[in-house]
C-alpha cells in the first residue's frame, strides 16, 4: 500500500518533470559547463593540489555539488504545487504522509542519479580515470546526501510556502557549504583557519570521501566519515521531512 | 453525517507587535448535519469557514472540542474519514501542466482504487460534469467553471458519500455559477450525496441550501432554513426617493406611519433623496403610502419594495453587512 502510493506520487512526477524538460536539461547542462569550461584549468594544477588527475579530484566535489545545489532548489517546484491545490488535494486522501513525500524524493534523486551519471561519463572523454567501482560507490553517496537535500527542501517549501522566504534561506546555507566544503578546490591548500572552519562542514568529508572511493582507497578512515555523515544526513532529512508532512492534520 | 461539539481552533498569532497571541479562529461551533442534507456554511472573509471545514475534513487539528464525520472520529479515526469524504478545496486541486485525465486518475489511485477503475469512474465523471473532450487538456487550458468542474470531479473520484465544497463558485462568472449550482444540487438527486458547503454569496445558499448555518467571528449565530431566517428580519425595504429634497422630511413621516423602523436618510443622489424603512406586509401598505403621498404632492423618482435578502438577515444577527470586507 505504502510503496504503491509512493509510486504514484514518483510516476506522476516523473510525467510531470519529462514534459516540461527545460528543468531537466538544465540540471544537466551545468555540471557539463563546470566540467568543461573549469575543468582545463585544474589541469596543470592537479600536480600541485595533491592529485595525479585532475578530474579524480574534480568530479567529485561536481557529484556533491550536484547533489547539494539540484536538490536543495527542489522545493521550489512544491510551493507551487501547494499554490495550486495539490497538497492540500493529495492530503485529504488517505494516502500515506511519508509516501507524498518520499514519491517527490524518488523523482529528485532520479533526476540526480542520472546527471551524475552523465557527469561521470562525460569526464572519461576528458581523461578521468580511477576504480569504477569508486565511482559507482561515490554516485550512490551522492544519490543519498541529494535525497536528504530534497528532503529538507520540501520540509522548508511547506513551512515557508513562500518563494521569497525560501530563495534567500537556501543561498544562505548553500554558499559556505559550497566554499567550505572544498568542492572546486581541496581545503587542504587554504590556511589554517579555513581549514579549521570547515572541519565543522559535514558536506567536506563527504566530498573527500568519494575522491577517496574514486581513487579506488575503500576502507580508509575518510571514506567511513563520509559514509557515516552521508548516512546521518540522509536520516535527519528523511526525520524533518516526514514530520513536516505528517503535521499540520490529524 | 457531520456531528461536531465545541469544535474550536485557536492559531499562535505573529503579530506586528512581535508579542504573541492566541487567535481564536473558531471558537467552539457544534454542527449537525443529517444524509442527503444540503447545508450552507455562510459568512463573510476570515469568520472561520474555512478552518471548520480543515478541522471536519482532517486537514487540521482542533484545539479543543470533538467531531465524527461519516460516523468516524476525525481526530482518531482520520484515515476512514478520509476514505469516505470529497473535499473540494477553494484553492483547486491539480497542476495546471498536468492532464486532465491523469490527475483524475492518479487522484483515485491515491484512495486505493485501481488504475483501470480509476479511468472509468473519471470518464464517467467528466461526462457527467460536461468536461467530455477535456480528458486531455491541461487545467491552464480551461475556463474558470471547467477548472472548478474538475475539481469536483476530482473530489468525487472515489464515490463519497459525503462532499464538502469550499467556496464552490468564487471567481465565477455569473452564467458559469448558474451552471455549477445545477451540477451541485446533482450530486444528491443523482448520487443520493450529503453536501456541506462555505460560501459569502447569498444567493447561493438560497438557491442551493436546505439550511444555513450564520458563523461570525467563529461562533454560529443562527442555523434555519434561508426561509426562516429571512422571516427574522421584521418586514419589507420599501425605498422612496424623492424628487425634491426638500420634502424628505414630510415623506419620511408618511413613511413613518406604515413602518416598523425609523426611517432612514439613505445617501441622497443629484437633486433626489431616498428615504427607506423596513414595513410588515408592504404589499398591501404601499398602496396607501401612495396616495398618502400623493395627496401631499409630494412627486417620487422612484419606489422599491425589497423582500429580505441573507444579507439582511446577516445585518439583524451580526449589525453588519456581509459584503463589508467581502
Given at each position: 500500500m505504502f510503496w504503491r502510493e509512493t509510486y504514484i506520487v514518483f510516476r506522476r512526477q516523473l510525467r510531470l518533470a519529462l514534459r516540461n524538460p527545460a528543468w531537466v536539461i538544465i540540471g544537466l547542462v551545468q555540471p557539463i559547463l563546470y566540467l568543461v569550461l573549469f575543468g582545463p584549468l585544474l589541469e596543470p594544477l592537479a600536480g600541485s593540489l595533491g592529485a595525479q588527475n585532475a578530474y579524480t579530484l574534480f568530479v567529485p566535489g561536481l557529484l556533491v555539488q550536484l547533489g547539494l545545489f539540484g536538490a536543495l532548489f527542489a522545493g521550489f517546484g512544491l510551493i507551487a504545487e501547494w499554490r495550486a491545490g495539490v497538497i492540500e488535494a493529495e492530503r485529504v486522501t488517505p494516502a500515506s504522509r511519508t509516501a507524498l513525500l518520499l514519491g517527490r524524493i524518488l523523482r529528485d534523486v532520479l533526476q540526480l542519479f542520472v546527471q551524475g551519471l552523465v557527469l561521470i561519463g562525460l569526464a572519461f572523454l576528458f581523461g578521468l580515470t580511477g576504480s569504477i567501482g569508486g565511482m559507482a560507490l561515490g554516485l550512490v553517496l551522492t544519490v543519498l546526501l541529494g535525497a536528504a537535500c530534497a528532503a529538507a527542501s520540501n520540509a522548508l517549501a511547506l513551512t515557508t510556502k513562500s518563494e521569497d522566504v525560501m530563495a534567500p534561506v537556501i543561498n544562505s546555507i548553500a554558499l559556505p557549504v559550497l566554499l567550505l566544503s572544498g568542492i572546486l578546490l581541496p581545503m587542504t591548500i587554504g590556511p589554517q583557519w579555513l581549514q579549521v572552519v570547515s572541519d565543522f562542514m559535514p558536506t567536506k568529508y563527504i566530498v573527500n570521501a568519494i575522491r577517496e572511493l574514486f581513487a579506488g582507497n575503500f576502507f580508509t578512515i575518510t571514506t567511513m566519515w563520509g559514509v557515516i555523515w552521508t548516512l546521518a544526513l540522509f536520516a535527519a532529512g528523511l526525520y524533518v521531512g516526514t514530520r513536516t508532512f505528517r503535521k499540520e492534520n490529524a | 453525517m457531520i456531528h461536531a461539539r465545541g469544535l474550536a481552533r485557536t492559531f499562535d498569532g505573529r503579530g506586528r507587535g512581535k508579542q504573541k497571541e492566541q487567535v481564536k479562529a473558531v471558537a467552539g461551533v457544534d454542527i449537525d448535519v443529517a444524509e442527503?442534507?444540503?447545508?450552507?456554511?455562510?459568512?463573510?472573509?476570515?469568520?472561520?469557514?474555512?478552518?471548520?471545514?480543515?478541522?471536519?475534513?482532517?486537514?487540521?487539528?482542533?484545539?479543543?472540542?470533538?467531531?465524527?464525520?461519516?460516523?468516524?472520529?476525525?481526530?482518531?479515526?482520520?484515515?476512514?474519514?478520509?476514505?469516505?469524504?470529497?473535499?473540494?478545496?477553494?484553492?483547486?486541486?491539480?497542476?495546471?501542466?498536468?492532464?486532465?485525465?491523469?490527475?483524475?486518475?492518479?487522484?483515485?489511485?491515491?484512495?486505493?482504487?485501481?488504475?483501470?477503475?480509476?479511468?472509468?469512474?473519471?470518464?464517467?465523471?467528466?461526462?457527467?460534469?460536461?468536461?467530455?473532450?477535456?480528458?486531455?487538456?491541461?487545467?491552464?487550458?480551461?475556463?474558470?467553471?471547467?477548472?472548478?468542474?474538475?475539481?469536483?470531479?476530482?473530489?468525487?473520484?472515489?464515490?463519497?458519500?459525503?462532499?464538502?465544497?469550499?467556496?464552490?463558485?468564487?471567481?465565477?462568472?455569473?452564467?458559469?455559477?448558474?451552471?455549477?449550482?445545477?451540477?451541485?444540487?446533482?450530486?444528491?438527486?443523482?448520487?443520493?450525496?450529503?453536501?456541506?458547503?462555505?460560501?459569502?454569496?447569498?444567493?447561493?445558499?438560497?438557491?442551493?441550501?436546505?439550511?444555513?448555518?450564520?458563523?461570525?467571528?467563529?461562533?454560529?449565530?443562527?442555523?434555519?432554513?434561508?426561509?426562516?431566517?429571512?422571516?427574522?428580519?421584521?418586514?419589507?425595504?420599501?425605498?422612496?426617493?424623492?424628487?425634491?429634497?426638500?420634502?424628505?422630511?414630510?415623506?419620511?413621516?408618511?413613511?413613518?406611519?406604515?413602518?416598523?423602523?425609523?426611517?432612514?436618510?439613505?445617501?441622497?443622489?443629484?437633486?433626489?433623496?431616498?428615504?427607506?424603512?423596513?414595513?410588515?406586509?408592504?404589499?398591501?401598505?404601499?398602496?396607501?403610502?401612495?396616495?398618502?403621498?400623493?395627496?401631499?404632492?409630494?412627486?417620487?423618482?422612484?419606489?422599491?419594495?425589497?423582500?429580505?435578502?441573507?444579507?439582511?438577515?446577516?445585518?439583524?444577527?451580526?449589525?453588519?453587512?456581509?459584503?463589508?470586507?467581502?
Open positions: - | 442527503g442534507e444540503i447545508v450552507g456554511f455562510l459568512g463573510p472573509n476570515g469568520a472561520g469557514k474555512t478552518t471548520t471545514l480543515r478541522m471536519l475534513t482532517t486537514l487540521l487539528k482542533p484545539t479543543a472540542g470533538s467531531a465524527t464525520v461519516a460516523g468516524y472520529d476525525v481526530a482518531t479515526q482520520s484515515q476512514q474519514v478520509r476514505r469516505s469524504i470529497g473535499y473540494v478545496s477553494q484553492s483547486g486541486s491539480t497542476s495546471p501542466e498536468a492532464r486532465a485525465g491523469e490527475e483524475i486518475m492518479d487522484h483515485g489511485m491515491l484512495y486505493g482504487i485501481s488504475q483501470k477503475q480509476a479511468e472509468t469512474r473519471g470518464r464517467e465523471l467528466f461526462e457527467q460534469l460536461d468536461l467530455d473532450g477535456l480528458w486531455e487538456r491541461q487545467p491552464r487550458a480551461m475556463s474558470g467553471g471547467q477548472r472548478r468542474r474538475l475539481d469536483i470531479a476530482m473530489g468525487l473520484v472515489h464515490d463519497p458519500t459525503l462532499v464538502f465544497l469550499d467556496e464552490p463558485t468564487t471567481g465565477l462568472d455569473p452564467q458559469a455559477r448558474a451552471n455549477l449550482w445545477t451540477h451541485i444540487s446533482d450530486l444528491r438527486v443523482k448520487r443520493g450525496a450529503t453536501i456541506f458547503l462555505t460560501t459569502h454569496y447569498l444567493d447561493e445558499a438560497d438557491a442551493l441550501c436546505d439550511r444555513i448555518l450564520v458563523i461570525d467571528h467563529g461562533v454560529i449565530v443562527a442555523s434555519d432554513t434561508p426561509d426562516a431566517l429571512k422571516r427574522q428580519v421584521s418586514g419589507d425595504l420599501v425605498e422612496l426617493v424623492v424628487a425634491d429634497p426638500a420634502q424628505a422630511p414630510a415623506a419620511a413621516r408618511l413613511l413613518a406611519a406604515i413602518a416598523d423602523s425609523e426611517p432612514a436618510d439613505g445617501a441622497a443622489g443629484a437633486g433626489a433623496a431616498t428615504v427607506r424603512a423596513r414595513v410588515r406586509g408592504a404589499g398591501h401598505e404601499v398602496a396607501g403610502l401612495i396616495r398618502a403621498l400623493d395627496a401631499e404632492g409630494i412627486a417620487l423618482e422612484s419606489i422599491e419594495v425589497r423582500r429580505p435578502t441573507l444579507d439582511d438577515v446577516f445585518l439583524t444577527l451580526t449589525g453588519r453587512s456581509l459584503r463589508e470586507g467581502a
